[in-house]
């Protein structure tokens, strides 16, 4: 599958679109600038981040890939710079002050800030972060190493089978055809491929990251608690999407949302306030991965394309908040048990967790080829990633399965 692009789009400069950006908002965060100048730098921020978008790196992979960061970067610093202010608010529990005297140390606070997106150790550390791992230095990275080998076997798997399996794979541009038109079993196990592939890629970059900076004693392996939660919290979307998937961008989605529903008056803990917080939170998500989608087409009109996928994932957990909080009126125990506000302890059927999780697993998969498509259009980016050796699929010549 090539990965080659053939554009007149000018080049991607990473220091220019990723390094230069970072560095004025660590720099804009140790000054803590007034309100109107911040203002004025998300605008010129967000000026670059459309041309960045616009230019290519020559290969459509890493378009998505830089997209993708683009975007993650402008709305970071949409909630850094507008909604919150660091210096003030936030505190790390190592921290004997709010921040460090010295311009050098508060420099390199506010980096820390920016790069911490999840706020382990830190006041705003986000909600349901999987325990914080308390092993030796040596075991940790024994552990990182064995899941950082299982995980490229699972993405190499992946890549295997789409190419093995004409079915699973079609030419870039006909993926969403083909989603749709293909059989349910179909559409259910390349959404369950594409799934994994996407899970991989976050997974080993985590790993990598997580080694590097534990072998190289910056970090504890208390810094670096799992990218992902338990798969037993997956027995509703509100569990899979709060506690499963990986928190990476909930510091200012939920930062953002929460901004957004105290300025229009909405008042926390009622049904309005979880259904415009969900509205803001998904569509910040669809903004996050829209940069990688423009950037791999070579066009602005894809800045939404996959901003359907989490509309669709935003009526089903309003579809399932509404139908959980109708049971609990109607006093329908068990089916309180189904929604998970009751412990599995009580009263709990193997057959009604296998349907929670089943519900899930739909939920996710049949509207996956709206979230897929700009992966694939993009040469089957996530999965071109890996290089040219494939262990699995040396593996499988061997004995002549493929």
Same mark, same amino acid.
């Given at each position: 599958?090539?990965?080659?692009?053939?554009?007149? !789009?000018?080049?991607?400069?990473?220091?220019?679109?990723?390094?230069?950006?970072?560095?004025?908002?660590?720099?804009?965060?140790?000054?803590?600038? /007034? *309100?109107?100048?911040?203002?004025?730098?998300? &605008?010129?921020?967000?000026?670059?981040?459309?041309?960045?978008?616009?230019?290519?790196?020559?290969?459509?992979?890493?378009?998505?890939?830089?997209?993708?960061?683009?975007?993650?970067?402008?709305?970071? =610093?949409?909630?850094?710079? @507008?909604?919150?202010? +660091?210096?003030?608010?936030?505190?790390?529990?190592?921290?004997?002050?709010?921040?460090?005297?010295?311009?050098? =140390?508060?420099?390199?606070? %506010?980096? %820390?800030?920016?790069?911490?997106?999840?706020?382990?150790?830190?006041?705003?550390?986000?909600?349901? #972060?999987?325990?914080?791992?308390?092993?030796?230095?040596?075991?940790?990275?024994?552990?990182?190493?064995?899941?950082?080998? @299982?995980?490229?076997? *699972?993405?190499? $798997?992946?890549?295997?089978?789409?190419?093995?399996?004409?079915?699973? /794979?079609?030419?870039?541009?006909?993926?969403?055809?083909?989603?749709?038109?293909?059989?349910?079993?179909?559409?259910?196990? /390349? $959404?369950?491929? %594409?799934? %994994?592939?996407?899970?991989?890629?976050?997974?080993?970059?985590?790993?990598?990251?997580? &080694?590097?900076?534990?072998?190289?004693?910056?970090?504890?392996?208390?810094?670096?608690?799992?990218?992902?939660?338990?798969?037993?919290?997956?027995?509703?979307?509100?569990?899979?999407?709060?506690?499963?998937?990986?928190? &990476?961008?909930? /510091?200012?989605?939920?930062?953002?949302?929460?901004?957004?529903?105290?300025? &229009?008056?909405?008042?926390?803990?009622?049904?309005?306030?979880?259904?415009?917080?969900?509205? #803001?939170?998904?569509?910040?998500?669809?903004?996050?991965?829209?940069?990688?989608?423009?950037?791999?087409?070579?066009? @602005?009109?894809?800045?939404?394309?996959?901003? +359907?996928?989490?509309?669709?994932?935003?009526? *089903?957990?309003?579809?399932?908040?509404? !139908?959980?909080?109708?049971?609990?009126?109607?006093?329908?125990?068990?089916?309180?048990?189904? =929604?998970?506000?009751?412990?599995?302890?009580?009263?709990?059927?193997?057959?009604?967790?296998?349907?929670?999780?089943?519900?899930?697993?739909?939920?996710?998969? @049949? +509207?996956?080829?709206?979230?897929?498509?700009?992966?694939?259009?993009?040469?089957? =980016?996530?999965?071109?990633?890996?290089?040219?050796?494939? +262990?699995?699929?040396?593996?499988?010549?061997?004995?002549?399965?493929?």
């Amino acid at each position: 599958m090539s990965t080659s692009v053939n554009s007149k !789009a000018p080049t991607f400069h990473p220091a220019l679109y990723l390094v230069f950006p970072n560095i004025v908002l660590i720099v804009a965060l140790a000054a803590n600038l /007034r *309100l109107s100048t911040r203002l004025a730098l998300v &605008i010129a921020h967000t000026a670059l981040s459309l041309k960045a978008v616009a230019a290519t790196t020559g290969r459509a992979d890493q378009d998505y890939m830089m997209g993708a960061a683009v975007s993650e970067l402008w709305l970071t =610093a949409v909630h850094l710079l @507008l909604c919150v202010t +660091p210096i003030r608010d936030y505190k790390h529990e190592d921290d004997s002050e709010q921040t460090p005297d010295g311009w050098l =140390a508060r420099l390199y606070w %506010c980096a %820390c800030v920016k790069f911490s997106q999840r706020g382990i150790g830190w006041n705003y550390e986000v909600n349901n #972060v999987p325990k914080r791992p308390t092993s030796t230095r040596r075991a940790f990275l024994l552990t990182q190493a064995v899941q950082l080998l @299982l995980y490229f076997l *699972l993405m190499d $798997a992946c890549r295997v089978a789409l190419d093995a399996f004409p079915v699973l /794979r079609t030419h870039t541009g006909d993926w969403e055809v083909a989603m749709l038109s293909s059989t349910l079993t179909v559409r259910v196990i /390349r $959404a369950l491929i %594409c799934g %994994c592939v996407v899970m991989s890629s976050i997974k080993l970059q985590y790993l990598i990251l997580s &080694i590097g900076s534990v072998a190289a004693h910056i970090n504890e392996p208390k810094d670096w608690p799992d990218v992902f939660g338990s798969w037993s919290n997956a027995t509703t979307l509100a569990g899979f999407w709060g506690k499963t998937w990986h928190k &990476i961008i909930t /510091r200012y989605a939920t930062g953002i949302a929460t901004r957004i529903c105290h300025f &229009i008056g909405v008042n926390r803990g009622t049904s309005l306030f979880y259904v415009t917080y969900v509205v #803001v939170v998904f569509h910040i998500s669809g903004l996050h991965h829209s940069g990688g989608d423009a950037m791999a087409r070579r066009s @602005l009109r894809y800045l939404w394309s996959t901003g +359907p996928y989490f509309q669709v994932q935003c009526a *089903l957990l309003i579809l399932e908040y509404g !139908a959980i909080r109708a049971f609990e009126r109607l006093g329908l125990n068990h089916l309180k048990v189904m =929604a998970g506000s009751k412990k599995p302890s009580e009263a709990w059927d193997t057959r009604v967790k296998m349907l929670r999780f089943a519900w899930v697993f739909m939920a996710l998969a @049949l +509207p996956s080829h709206l979230f897929v498509d700009g992966p694939i259009e993009a040469g089957g =980016a996530l999965l071109s990633s890996l290089g040219p050796f494939s +262990p699995v699929g040396s593996v499988l010549r061997y004995f002549g399965d493929v």
